[in-house]
């Protein structure tokens, strides 16, 4: 069987570390910023009886009937493999909710694949021909912190003012009503599984989270909640914040306590600590020989982390994926799992 080392879930966290960075292009320069011209712009479910006559429905997760959905009953494939999904999750005892960032697109947050959704939100990436991952570098605290947190800043912002689409709690009540409860792994770092109600204890952010700080070189081991931060408008014609409102840890500049591609100094204690509990969970769920379901939301395959450890998971301790994600929904030979080719809220 295939272990789930590969899964970063069972291995130490400099593991965790190499393959949330791996990028998928040679790296570019980082330019200065300073000087640049920028452009003009930026349910409750308390049993898991759920009648296999009815479809699913937000994010695999409202269950209604088929003839209520007009996405659904004009795809007959797609119903049939959502009453399939139905009966899965009535036989589970534990859930397994994964996620990328295609999962939060329904609640409003920009679509980052690509460069056209980066660009839209934010201008003066294209003017300076720089995609998300060149942006996930931690040199920018550094050569141009107010810039850097510019980018971060208003993502930290976006991220409070923004409420979860209703698939996070109707999974999340499905979950409260099973054996072995849930857990969830996602390499999303905006916190939105806290605000839809999940519990800290069960919750594994394999790439951090930007509403913690940490020092640019992290050799003190601390971690800060960031919740005091605030910044004010922060103009998406230029993406910068002024010198003043750069966040400090004990009077020392701060970064997010994220892992970024290339990150040498994140400090990984905290995510450390989820695993721990995350793999606690994974024991626990092999010593009652439970029926487990994954549930998979938005994982992309450009960082297949979340993936990876969506199909260890099965593999590890049986049950089933349900893969939800309208590019890539394929499952591969040898996982059993269902392919859901839809966005997080309309499967």
């Known amino acids: 069987q295939e272990s789930l080392t590969i899964a970063l879930v069972s291995t130490n966290l400099p593991n965790l570390r190499l393959l949330g960075t791996s990028r998928p292009r040679q790296h570019k320069p980082t330019p200065n910023t300073k000087n640049a011209k920028h452009s003009t712009a930026q349910h409750s479910l308390n049993s898991r009886t759920l009648p296999a006559t009815t479809v699913t429905s937000i994010a695999i997760a409202s269950m209604a009937a088929a003839s209520s959905s007009s996405a659904a009953t004009s795809n007959p494939a797609l ?35 690509g460069t056209e959704g980066l660009w839209k939100e934010y201008p003066p990436l294209k003017h300076l021909h720089l995609d998300f991952a060149d942006m996930a570098n931690p040199d920018w605290f550094r050569r141009d912190p107010c810039f850097a947190w510019g980018f971060y800043g208003h993502r930290m912002m976006l991220y ?10 109707i999974m999340r009540r499905w979950g409260e009503g099973m054996t072995n409860k849930y857990f969830v792994f996602t390499s999303n770092v905006d916190g939105q599984f806290q605000k839809a109600g999940y519990a800290e204890d069960r919750i594994i952010e394999c790439h951090g989270s930007i509403h913690f700080l940490q020092t640019l070189d992290g050799y003190d081991g601390e971690i800060h909640p960031a919740d005091d931060i605030t910044f004010g408008e922060i103009d ?75 199909e260890a998971m099965v593999r590890q301790l049986g049950g089933t994926l349900l893969r939800i994600n309208p590019r890539d929904s394929h499952v591969p030979h040898g996982v059993n799992g269902l392919s859901l080719a839809c966005g997080s809220k309309e499967g």
């Open 160 to 169: 409070r003012r923004t409420v979860p689409h209703e698939g996070f709690s």
């Open 236 to 310: 998406p014609a230029t993406l910068r914040v002024p010198e003043e409102e750069i966040p400090q840890v004990r009077g020392r500049p701060a970064r997010p306590n994220i892992l970024m591609f290339g990150d040498m100094y994140w400090e990984g204690s905290r995510t450390g600590a989820q695993q721990r509990r995350f793999m606690k969970w994974v024991q626990s769920m092999k010593k009652s020989d439970s029926n487990l379901v994954v549930v998979e939301l938005g994982a992309g395959e450009a960082v297949p982390t979340v993936r990876r450890t969506s």
């Open 79 to 113: 119903v049939s493999v959502a009453r399939q999904a139905a009966e899965a999750l009535k036989k589970a005892s534990g859930l397994l909710v994964t996620a990328g960032a295609g999962i939060g697109v329904d609640s409003g947050l920009p679509d980052f694949r």
